[in-house]
Structures are given as C-alpha cells and as structure tokens.
RNA sequence: GCCCACGUAGCUCAGUCGGUAGAGCAUUUGCAUGGUAAGCAAAAGGUCACCAGUUCGAUUCUGGUCGUGGGCUCCA
C-alpha cells in the first residue's frame, strides 16, 4: 500500500501527502480559502511533523491544521528572510537568535553600524528582492564538527556559541541561496510566499539576556502571506496606539507623572481621582459584603520587622533605602503583609477566630530600574487591592474558592469576561513543608475547577515560600494581562511564628494567603482606559453627564438639574460657560461623557432635556423624569 | 542600569544647511446670546530640557547630565 494519501486541502485543490502529515496554517483562515503557496511549502517535507497521524488511508482524510505553530514556521522563516537581507547589506553583521514569537519575529544582530529607521525601509526592500528571486529553502543535515567548520569559517561567533553548547551528534542548517542558518526547523518551503512582512523596530538586547554580556541591536518584524492581513495587523496597532493609557490621560485629564520630582509616581488630577474613588468606594463596599475586614497600616516600619519578614534578605534590591528615626532605621513599606500580621499578633487567635479576610488598598513603594517605568502600568508608587487571608486547613479549599469567586466576578462586572487561570507550583528551593505545598495546590487547582475554568499549568513557577493562582484577563482588544493573584505563603507564618489555638488546645500554624484582585489601582486603571478606550461605562466614568445650556436664560435650570443628579448620588458636570453650544458639545463628547443634555428654551419650557448618548450622533428629547429613569437603570442599578 | 530614538509655547507639532523662532488648539480681553462636533477679532505666552566645549556668534555642531519613548525570559 502506498505511503501517500491525497487529501482536499482547503482550497479545493488535491494534493499527495505522506501519511501522518501534519499541515501547519500559516495564515490562520483554514477553511476561509487558504493560499496553495502556504500549503505546498510544507508538505514537500520541509516542515513535516508525523507525530500526528492521519486516520485512514481514504483519498479523503481529515488532516490535523495547526495555526499556532504555522504562525510560528513562518516568522521564523520571515526572521531568516531578513537576516539573509541583513547580511546583503551589511556584510559584518553576525548573527545570535533570531525567533517567532507571540506576535511577529526578530533577530539580534551584532555589527558596526547602529541601525536608524531608514535601515530598516532598505532591508525590507531587500527582503521583497529575495522574496521575487523566489529562493528554496532546503533542509541540510550534518554533524556538529561540520557545522562548527562551516560557522568558523564565515566567522558566526554567536553561531558557534550556540553549537558548543548543542550535544555531539547531527544539528540542521536551512539554506536559501547564498544564506545558511542553524536551524532547527521547519522552514517554510520557498521564500516566495513570505511576501507581506513589515519591520516595526530596532531595540537593543542583551546576548543572551544577560545584562552583562555585549548589547545587539534587534529588529522586530511581522509577516503574513497577504497584504490583507498584514494591514489588519497595522490597522490593531494604530488601535493600541489610539488606546493608549498615557494618552488619554492626559486628553481626559486623569493624571500625570512629573519628571522633576521623580518618576513612576502618579499624580492623580480630579478626573482621575474621581474615577480612582469610585472604584475604591465600590471595592471596599464589596469586600464587607464579601466577608473581609478593611485595615489602614502605616507607610513605614522598622529594619527589624523587615528582618523578620525575610524582606531584607530577598527582597532588599526593590526597596529603598532607610532612613534614620532616632538612630533607627526605617524602610518604606515594598508591601503590606508583615503589617496585617502585627495586627493578628495583637491578640491570641482561636479557630473559631478563623478565618480572617483582612483587606487594605495599600500603597508601597519599590524599587524597578529607570528603563521599564511605564505610564501607569510599571510605577514605583503604587496602591495595591491586597488582602490576607488567615485560616485552618479545613478552610482553605472553600477559602480559595470564594476568593477566586468573588474575582471572576469582580472582573465581570468592570467588564471584563475572558479570563485564564494559571496554575503555578512548587518551584526548585522552595520553602515550608512538601505536605502543605500539595494541599495548597489542591485546593488551588479545586478552586480553579469549581469556577468552571480550565487550568493551565505553570509546572515550577511558583514562587519560593507557596504556590498561587494567577488570572489573566483579555482586554477589548485581545491582550492579555495578569491582574489578580492568590498565593499561599509558608514563609511569613513561620517567620513571625503565626498561630491560632485549634480544638485541641495545640497551637496551630495557619494557613496564610496573599490575594490582589485588581492587582494594584493604577494599573488597572491603565488597563482600564485602555480596555474602554476612555468611554468607561456610566457607573465608572468620572463625569457622566456634561449639561450645556444653549444661552444664559436657562443656567438656572440647569443647576436645578445639576442639584438633582447630585441628589441621586450622579456626577453631572455643569458647562455653562459663555460659548456657542456647538462649541461645548464637541468638547463634552470628545471628553467621551457618557451623557450629554442641552437645555434650551424648550426644554426649560417643557421641563425635559435634550439627551444625546455616548456613541449617538442624535439626540433625543424627554422629560426630565423619563431622564431621571433612564439613569437610575443605567448607573445607580449597576453599582 | 544598558542599546537606539526623541526633548522647540499649557497641548500637538513645524522650523533654523550656525545669525537667539513659528502654526493650530488651549489661555486672557473685547464683540457676538448661539439649537446638537470648533462664531469673530485682538493680546499674551518660549534661556528652543540642563551643563560644558568649538565658534565673532550655538536652539542648531560636539561631549556630558536629566527626562520621555521603543526594547533588554521567550533558547540555533
């Protein structure tokens, strides 16, 4: 019986496979018209993977597409497509790594000349070239002395780096053209089909990421096998750029970092703060709803507690200095739990004490390096949504699970829906005893379970003192961000000798759990605006109805209606400035308010008001009860 | 911290191949009292980030400092 099977690819088109093959999507639309090209590159054995088999040998076989890894098998063929154009142009470059990865591709490049913005127009022209000379792409396999020969020979000092570390036996080298790469494959089959790529930028890096070896320039690009997509993925950038939280802070006037006085700390103006309370007002609401018990705890502590707490040993590098009270040192807090632990010191602990939610928004301040300060997503001042959790064994599973509850139902109602759950255990050197570490973790996975949510494993990527949840959430336009944390610590316990008095009359080491939902306030507000653009809904946005009056006879109505908003617990903003209403609707809409109410003469006559929706190019005229309505379902409702 | 780029009015930006600068918006003041995305006019506003150097002369060139932005795990 043959080897080979034909199978009905997408295109209607009929091709002879071997058995087992998989063909990878480089384009992501299997079923929507995929390109021959993309298919015939891989087929013809380049980018072969058996490990899947094809179930029959019928002339018709359903046959395992894989887009991820298609995605993947193509951007690195872009990145070699590149570094092949690199070397055209500048013949010293030498090469390190050049991968896919989530979105796009790159190569870390060592050479003489510092890249600017115009290098990489002519390296993307000569990519097109070597794309129309249509180059195969071959798969040569040879030993690793043959290997280190060939690189040493054209002097790819990162190359053979690499190889040395590579175990004796056959490596593979991809060549097109005048250009080889080690290579551990697959490759695409011809550079022909990488025809739509886009180099985006030029960073430095590290060799090796190591901060101590030599800085290479790095170009990052994209490809994909149609013009189309490729300006659909231009078009998403623009839609980060537009989103941008830095941005529109400063168009809806939210905050404000100040360079002379320091970076990563935020200035929250009376928008932003407005906002910043409503959540907070919402969030401490909720949690004596939920069952937890607010703290406020001081900003600064001794060096001994520190001590105790372990902070000073592996922690030191992201906290500042001390300074000297009464010829003692004192260390701004980098966090808030060695407090709440005083307070649970202050008094003996039964288990019918437990369990203990004691939340607090505490801010800390730490130490992160000038380079990754970011708006307000990476700050050195921030307020963390942090609570601990102090229970028995028996409690812990129905502990985490309402925690994680109370989560997934927090991020639903700020509007946020696809959530990941991250599973991550015991890592190398770990601390606290193995026995703990498996129920902690069971009732983590459990939990996880229980919230109908798939758990995805991070094998050893805990951190030392106990396993935890993390929970990344998928913004409106498909990024995601790790916010909420639910970790065990079996290290502070222990420390401070942390006990409850059980049943028996023993004590009893609690179990002791760090959570953060929102993660910290000003980086969830970052994603926040990000996620609505700035057109928060109605409950969060720090104005929600901007009222106009149309001349000076209607400012009395107009606070009337301003008065009673108020009275509803609204936040009306009054614009009765001296301009043209024209004027003050396109600054009330460009401000994104949800609401914006003209007040005429016939609406001061009628006792309505002319409503125009966020989002609506027309307004609509009611009265003002009717309003009032409309808002108590959209705003006092929801909160 | 490191690599690259950038730093001009409150904001967004133009400009000066070396002769101390300009627009729009915002602001202020007049006029205009206007019905759903910018009414008209005038004024005011800058040590061109900071510090050195070269030069008769530096915002422009050179070096440094500070700051901002893009990056610095993702293994050939």
Same mark, same amino acid.
Request: charged letters at 30%.
């Given at each position: 019986?043959?080897?080979?099977?034909?199978?009905?690819?997408?295109?209607?088109?009929?091709?002879?496979?071997?058995?087992?093959?998989?063909?990878?999507?480089?384009?992501?639309?299997?079923?929507?018209?995929?390109?021959?090209? %993309? !298919?015939?590159?891989?087929?013809?054995?380049?980018? /072969?993977?058996?490990?899947?088999?094809? $179930?029959?040998?019928? =002339?018709? #076989?359903?046959?395992?597409?894989?887009?991820?890894?298609?995605?993947?098998?193509?951007?690195?063929?872009?990145?070699?497509?590149?570094?092949?154009?690199?070397?055209?142009?500048?013949?010293?470059?030498?090469?390190?790594?050049?991968?896919?990865?989530?979105?796009?591709?790159?190569?870390?490049?060592?050479?003489?000349?510092?890249?600017?913005?115009?290098?990489?127009?002519?390296?993307?022209?000569?990519?097109?070239?070597?794309?129309?000379?249509?180059?195969?792409?071959?798969?040569?396999?040879?030993?690793?002395?043959? %290997? !280190?020969?060939?690189?040493?020979?054209?002097?790819? /000092?990162?190359?053979?780096?690499?190889? $040395?570390?590579?175990? =004796?036996? #056959?490596?593979?080298?991809?060549?097109?053209?005048?250009?080889?790469?080690?290579?551990?494959?697959?490759?695409?089959?011809?550079?022909?089909?990488?025809?739509?790529?886009?180099?985006?930028?030029?960073?430095?890096?590290?060799?090796?990421?190591?901060?101590?070896?030599?800085?290479?320039?790095?170009?990052?690009?994209?490809?994909?096998?149609?013009?189309?997509?490729?300006?659909?993925?231009?078009?998403?950038?623009?839609?980060?750029?537009?989103?941008?939280?830095?941005?529109?802070?400063?168009?809806?006037?939210?905050?404000?970092?100040?360079?002379?006085?320091?970076?990563?700390? /935020?200035?929250?103006?009376?928008?932003?703060?407005?906002?910043?309370?409503?959540?907070?007002?919402?969030?401490?609401?909720?949690?004596?709803?939920?069952?937890?018990?607010?703290?406020?705890?001081?900003?600064?502590?001794?060096?001994?507690?520190?001590?105790?707490?372990?902070?000073?040993?592996?922690?030191?590098?992201?906290?500042?200095?001390?300074?000297?009270?009464?010829?003692?040192?004192?260390?701004?807090?980098?966090?808030?739990?060695?407090?709440?632990?005083?307070?649970?010191?202050?008094?003996?602990?039964?288990?019918?004490?437990?369990?203990?939610?004691?939340?607090?928004?505490?801010?800390?301040?730490?130490?992160?390096?000038?380079?990754?300060?970011?708006?307000?997503?990476?700050?050195?001042?921030?307020?963390?949504?942090?609570?601990?959790?102090?229970?028995?064994?028996?409690?812990?599973?129905?502990?985490?699970?309402?925690?994680?509850?109370?989560?997934?139902?927090?991020?639903?109602?700020?509007?946020?829906?696809?959530?990941?759950?991250?599973?991550?255990?015991?890592?190398?050197?770990?601390?606290?005893?193995?026995?703990?570490?498996?129920?902690?973790?069971?009732?983590?996975?459990?939990?996880?379970?229980?919230?109908?949510?798939?758990?995805?494993?991070?094998?050893?990527?805990?951190?030392?003192?106990?396993?935890?949840?993390?929970?990344?959430?998928?913004?409106?336009?498909?990024?995601?961000?790790?916010?909420?944390?639910?970790?065990?610590?079996?290290?502070?316990?222990?420390?401070?000798?942390?006990?409850?008095?059980?049943?028996?009359?023993?004590?009893?080491?609690?179990?002791?759990?760090?959570?953060?939902?929102?993660?910290?306030?000003?980086?969830?507000?970052?994603?926040?605006?990000?996620?609505?653009?700035?057109?928060?809904?109605?409950?969060?946005?720090?104005?929600?109805?901007?009222?106009?009056?149309?001349?000076?006879?209607?400012?009395?109505?107009?606070?009337?209606?301003?008065?009673?908003?108020?009275?509803?617990?609204?936040?009306?903003?009054?614009?009765?400035?001296?301009?043209?209403?024209?004027?003050?609707?396109?600054?009330?809409?460009?401000?994104?308010?949800?609401?914006?109410?003209?007040?005429?003469?016939?609406?001061?006559?009628?006792?309505?008001?002319?409503?125009?929706?966020?989002?609506?190019?027309?307004?609509?005229?009611?009265?003002?009860?009717?309003?009032?309505?409309?808002?108590?379902?959209?705003?006092?409702?929801?909160?």
């Amino acid at each position: 019986m043959s080897n080979m099977i034909k199978v009905i690819l997408p295109d209607k088109s009929v091709r002879e496979v071997e058995k087992g093959t998989t063909l990878y999507d480089f384009t992501g639309q299997i079923g929507k018209g995929l390109q021959k090209a %993309a !298919l015939a590159a891989e087929i013809n054995g380049i980018a /072969v993977d058996l490990s899947t088999p094809v $179930n029959s040998d019928s =002339e018709i #076989n359903i046959i395992t597409f894989d887009s991820e890894k298609g995605k993947n098998i193509f951007w690195h063929s872009a990145s070699h497509l590149m570094a092949q154009a690199v070397k055209r142009l500048f013949p010293d470059a030498k090469f390190a790594i050049g991968p896919a990865i989530d979105n796009g591709f790159y190569y870390d490049i060592d050479m003489k000349k510092s890249l600017v913005p115009e290098d990489l127009t002519a390296i993307e022209a000569e990519m097109i070239k070597i794309v129309e000379e249509k180059l195969d792409i071959k798969r040569e396999e040879m030993s690793r002395s043959d %290997a !280190l020969n060939y690189f040493t020979k054209i002097n790819e /000092v990162y190359k053979i780096e690499l190889l $040395n570390d590579l175990p =004796e036996g #056959n490596v593979s080298l991809y060549r097109q053209g005048e250009f080889a790469d080690l290579c551990r494959g697959p490759h695409v089959m011809n550079t022909e089909i990488l025809k739509s790529v886009k180099l985006l930028s030029i960073a430095g890096a590290y060799w090796r990421g190591d901060e101590k070896n030599k800085m290479l320039q790095r170009i990052y690009g994209i490809a994909f096998t149609d013009q189309k997509a490729l300006n659909k993925h231009l078009e998403f950038l623009e839609e980060v750029k537009k989103r941008d939280h830095r941005k529109l802070g400063k168009e809806l006037d939210l905050f404000s970092t100040h360079e002379d006085v320091g970076g990563g700390l /935020v200035y929250w103006h009376p928008n932003g703060a407005r906002l910043r309370n409503v959540l907070e007002e919402w969030w401490r609401k909720e949690h004596f709803k939920n069952g937890y018990d607010i703290l406020y705890t001081p900003h600064i502590g001794r060096a001994h507690l520190w001590e105790t707490s372990g902070h000073l040993g592996f922690y030191k590098q992201n906290m500042y200095s001390p300074m000297e009270i009464d010829e003692q040192d004192y260390y701004i807090k980098p966090m808030n739990c060695p407090f709440h632990i005083k307070i649970y010191q202050t008094s003996l602990h039964s288990y019918r004490d437990l369990p203990l939610r004691w939340a607090e928004l505490g801010t800390v301040y730490r130490y992160e390096k000038s380079g990754v300060l970011h708006g307000l997503l990476r700050v050195r001042g921030f307020t963390q949504d942090d609570a601990h959790i102090f229970c028995t064994p028996e409690q812990i599973e129905d502990e985490v699970k309402e925690v994680l509850r109370f989560s997934l139902w927090m991020w639903k109602t700020l509007g946020f829906t696809d959530i990941k759950a991250y599973l991550a255990t015991k890592p190398e050197g770990s601390v606290g005893e193995a026995s703990r570490w498996e129920t902690a973790q069971e009732s983590l996975r459990k939990a996880i379970e229980s919230a109908n949510l798939k758990v995805e494993m991070d094998e050893g990527g805990g951190a030392f003192y106990g396993p935890k949840i993390d929970l990344k959430v998928r913004d409106a336009i498909g990024r995601e961000w790790q916010m909420t944390t639910i970790q065990f610590d079996f290290n502070m316990p222990e420390r401070f000798d942390m006990y409850y008095v059980g049943e028996d009359g023993q004590k009893h080491r609690p179990y002791m759990v760090h959570r953060a939902l929102l993660g910290s306030i000003e980086r969830f507000v970052g994603i926040l605006v990000e996620h609505y653009a700035g057109r928060f809904p109605a409950w969060i946005a720090p104005v929600q109805a901007i009222l106009i009056n149309v001349s000076e006879e209607q400012v009395e109505f107009v606070n009337r209606v301003k008065s009673d908003m108020i009275d509803m617990e609204l936040r009306p903003h009054v614009d009765i400035r001296n301009e043209s209403m024209g004027y003050k609707i396109r600054e009330a809409v460009s401000q994104k308010a949800p609401y914006v109410c003209v007040f005429g003469k016939n609406e001061v006559e009628n006792g309505s008001v002319s409503v125009r929706k966020r989002g609506e190019k027309d307004s609509v005229t009611m009265k003002l009860d009717e309003f009032y309505k409309l808002l108590k379902e959209d705003i006092v409702n929801k909160r």
